[in-house]
Nanobody
Framework: QVQLKESGGGLVQAGGSMRLSCAASGRTFSSYAMGWFRQAPGKEREFVAAFTYYADSVKGRFTISRDNAKNTMYLQMNSLKPEDTAVYYC????????????WGQGTQVTVSS
């Protein structure tokens, strides 16, 4: 089992940058496939990034990475837009396919115009 905690959210102006972190507990972090999701007000949660895959809406602006030695995953977000405003969640699963089993509590990202 793994526990996840996001950090790094906040308020940023459009065009700015922000880096989110997802710290994971446990000694087998490298065994988990990790991903980022987000949920905007009034909308369903949507996929953002995982491995080398990105949602079309963030492609070229966001970069996902991980440091297994630090049990941490990152989401570097550049050229932020107001429509990127959402609660961002990190998620983990064992194996490369199937639903994500573990979720963080989320971190709010607000992009002002």
């Amino acid at each position: 089992q793994v526990q996840l905690k996001e950090s790094g959210g906040g308020l940023v102006q459009a065009g700015g940058s922000m880096r989110l972190s997802c710290a994971a507990s446990g000694r087998t972090f490298s065994s988990y496939a990790m991903g980022w999701f987000r949920q905007a007000p009034g909308k369903e949660r949507e996929f953002v990034a995982a491995f080398t895959y990105y949602a079309d809406s963030v492609k070229g602006r966001f970069t996902i990475s991980r440091d297994n030695a630090k049990n941490t995953m990152y989401l570097q977000m550049n050229s932020l837009k107001p429509e990127d405003t959402a609660v961002y969640y990190c998620a983990a699963r064992l194996g490369g396919v199937g639903p994500y089993e573990y979720w963080g509590q989320g971190t709010q990202v607000t992009v002002s115009s």
